[in-house]
């Protein structure tokens, strides 16, 4: 169940990222007509944009779940085999390392869509 959570937690992340940062950026580069292509190609980017409170709601509490997830099993212990715990302490890395990284789109996302409209 954990791996399901933080798993729809990145995708949450990702897609907030391709609903209002990646738009925002293509324009910026000067490169409409590329996000223009793009959109003719997956019109699907054009219904996330629409429904991107929704979706930001989704994401953000698939991140708060992760993170609860995460905070409550910080100091579950791992298992007596060395190559186990080996194994168990650098996944607990990686997964950190995922979860920040999705706080970080995350956040990029939000800015694009709810704040530099209005700078």
Known sequence: MKKVVHTLALFGAFSTLICCALPA?????GAGAALIGLVSAVPQLIW??????????FAGVMLTISGASRYMSRNAPCPVDP????????LRRIGLGIFIFSL???ATGFFFAFIAPYL
């Open 48 to 57: 996330l944009s629409e429904h991107k409170i929704p979706l930001f709601i």
């Open 83 to 90: 190559n186990a715990a080996k194994s168990c302490k650098r």
């Open 104 to 106: 970080a789109i995350y």
């Open 25 to 29: 950026l293509f324009v910026t580069l």
